[in-house]
């Protein structure tokens, strides 16, 4: 029931979360939500191709065979995504009510505009890099992509925003391995069939994302910590609309944690290792719902620091 409830908040959009803290969202908070989680949804899917293609060279005996790529359509799809963020941006953080509201042009004018074209020439990079005859390649340029993510997402007006930055940076990463990583190994454990390489894949999967896992929790609290301290944070909580979408994530993450367990644990004691992919599977469509959190998560406003 917890985990439903937290699902109502990206459902709902921005304005359960606004109502009654007396804040005012941005115009077109609804709409940036919505980029920023397809921005995260196409950096995972790449990410997590080039991660788990790496381990299936270290499972003995796994077939030749796997699933077609998702890195190019999830690329051109992240692309969309950062240049309708970019011209947000070159509208002035407004919702451009037609072209002419778009200066191009001011984008190499701001730190934001030029992280903005960033993320825009990265994702283009990375679709043409998929695309080609070495698609590990994109690796390069979705490594700058994550960089500029972690540079928008701390101001240089923030305290300390390079700590920001860092612990944002780490925490992108990780959650774009493990979301991402788990979606492909999925997809090949349904290519690979009743294979017992499969079970082996998954293994080496999870043994990694409870590392992944370590490093995401880590670095949210570190970051939640610095807009919420200690003190106050029980307040900003339910008071603030970050503080109440910030729970609804923690609340699916916990969700997302007892399913990986689960999985882990009938990795490790079912007779059949490959039942672990039911609720592998479950966890994947968690992750999704973390993922529209979080892109709820960067549209709204910072709380205050009391």
Known sequence: MLVVLGALIPLLGPAPALHGTGEEAAPGTGGTALLRTLL????????????????????????????????????????????????????????????????????????????????????????????????????????????????????????????????????????????????????????????????ALLGRYARVAAVLLAAITATGVCSSLRRMPAGSILEQLTDTAYGRVLLAKVILMAGVAALALWARIRLARAADPLTASSPARAEVYALALVVAVSGLLTALPVPIRW
């Not at 005996?61 to 799809?77: F, H, I």
């Not at 074209?117 to 994109?138: D, H, I, K, M, Y």
């Not at 928008?152 to 944002?168: D, F, M, N, Q, V």
């Open 40 to 199: 995260f949804a196409a950096l995972a899917v790449p990410v997590g191709e080039l991660f788990v293609r790496r381990l299936v060279r270290s499972v003995p005996g796994a077939p030749a065979t796997l699933p077609p790529s998702w890195s190019t359509a999830a690329n051109c799809v992240g692309l969309a995504a950062a240049v309708a963020l970019a011209a947000v941006v070159a509208a002035g953080n407004l919702v451009p009510g037609s072209l002419a509201d778009i200066d191009v042009g001011g984008l190499h004018g701001s730190r934001d505009g030029k992280l903005a074209l960033l993320e825009v020439n990265g994702f283009l990079a990375a679709a043409l890099c998929a695309a080609s005859g070495r698609p590990a390649t994109q690796l390069w340029p979705l490594a700058a992509v994550v960089v500029a993510e972690a540079l928008r997402a701390h101001p240089t007006t923030e305290y300390s925003p390079l700590i920001g930055s860092g612990l944002t940076l780490v925490h992108l990463t990780c959650a774009s391995l493990w979301v991402g990583g788990l979606v492909y190994a999925l997809r090949t454990m349904r290519v690979w069939g009743r294979d017992e390489a499969g079970g």
